[in-house]
Each structure stands twice: as C-alpha cells, then as structure tokens.
C-alpha cells in the first residue's frame, strides 16, 4: 500500500524560505508514470495546488506561485520536496503531498498534511 | 485564475440526493474532461471520488457520480448517509497547464 508522509518545519519567520518533503513508501517515484505533487489548504479554507512534477522531472507550477516554488525530486528516488520562498503569513496553511495521474487534477493518494505556520 | 464557483453549502435528508454544481469557463471545466471532485471530513486529507468527470476509483460507492455540461460539472450522491457529511471539492484542468480547485460545498445530512 502506498504511503506519503509530509515532513519539515512547522513554523517559519516571513520572509524566509519553505521548505517540505514527501517521503513516499510502498512504492517508487522514479521509473513510474505518475505525478508527485503539493496542495495546500489555509486554516479554514478551500484547497490550492501548488504544483506538480513529472517522476522524470518536469514541473508544473501553479502561475500565482510560480516565481517562488521549487519542486524537486530527491536523488534516493523516494523523496520528493517543496520550496516555497519569500513567504508571508498568507502561506500559512496545511500542506498535502499527493500522487497524481496522468491528468494532475486526479489526486490518488495523498499525506496526512503538514501544517506550516508563518510567524516572527 | 479565478477558483471555480461552488455552492457554499447544500443538504438533504437521508436517502435523498442531492448534487453539487462547479462552474468554471472554457478555458478549464468546458474545455477538458478532466474534473475531479475530492470528499474532505474535518481534520483529513481529501480523497478522490471521481475523476475524470465520471470515473470513480475503486472502492468508491456507487452512489457518488459525476457529469458535465459545458462550463460546468457536477457531483450527484444518491441514498444520501449520514457518513457523506463532509466537505466536497472539485478541480479541473486550465488552459494554463495548472489545476484550479473549486471554493469547496459543506454537505449537511439532516
């Protein structure tokens, strides 16, 4: 059975950088025909894709966030990680890692999510 | 890009059943047959119950189904439950090669 775990900082300073990782198990991201990617829900509110990457390393990045975002791929082939840069407190939200088919819209598996407050 | 447009909030009784619209333009839910709708309960992760417009993952009841009509799709559960009273989402394809995610629908069973 497939797993994702989110994991990274539960807080950080505005102004600074994100930064999250998906651990996958159960199965590979590499050599696979699915997408990996990252949403997020502000407390109380609707969800938001962040963006998606391609298992050989294309991205897909939501254009609102676009100028801040990283997605990547870690060389174990069993993590994959987000940054987000110059954030402020309207990042603050809960963030979901997800496997995603061909179609990125179709989200199949998901993490537990990770919440991310920003705050000095 | 605008989110799509979602009613707030519908109900129904048990056994009813009831849809939840999501409307967008052409550039998104009109112009691709890729509209997922997602159920959350409070403190969860969401989880897919259709995908591309009308496909349901396995292990999905059959009473959750989804359609689309020009700019706008929807999310039909019939023999409403006690246990569907959640929160919906859908999604969609863009023109922009992004995903655009609907404002969400709190479903309230009676």
């Known amino acids: 059975q497939l797993q994702l775990q989110e994991s990274g900082p539960g807080l950080v300073k505005p102004s600074e950088t994100l930064s999250l990782s998906c651990t996958v198990s159960g199965g590979s991201i590499s050599g696979s025909r699915y997408y990996w990617g990252w949403i997020r829900q502000p407390p109380g509110k609707g969800l938001e894709w962040i963006g998606s990457m391609y298992y050989s390393g294309s991205t897909y990045y939501n254009p609102s966030l676009k100028s801040r975002v990283t997605i990547s791929v870690d060389t174990s082939k069993t993590q994959f990680s987000l940054k987000l840069s110059s954030v402020t407190a309207a990042d603050t939200a809960v963030y979901y890692c997800a496997r995603q088919l061909a179609t990125v819209t179709t989200s199949d598996y998901w993490g537990q999510g990770t919440l991310v407050t920003v705050s000095s | 890009q605008s989110a799509l447009t979602q009613p707030a909030s519908v109900s129904g009784s048990p056994g009813q059943s009831i849809a939840i619209s999501c409307t967008g333009t052409?550039?998104?839910?009109?112009?691709?047959?890729?509209v997922s709708w997602y159920q959350q309960h409070p403190g969860k992760a969401p989880k897919l119950m259709i995908y591309d417009v009308s496909n349901r993952p396995s292990g999905v009841s059959n009473r959750f189904s989804g359609s689309k009509s020009g700019n706008t799709a929807s999310l039909t559960i019939s023999g409403l439950q006690a246990e569907d009273e959640a929160d919906y989402y859908c999604?969609?394809?863009?023109?922009?090669?992004?995903?655009?995610f609907g404002g969400g629908t709190k479903l309230t069973v009676l």
């Open positions: 999604n969609s394809y863009t023109s922009s090669s992004s995903v655009v």
């Open positions: 052409s550039s998104d839910v009109g112009g691709y047959n890729y």
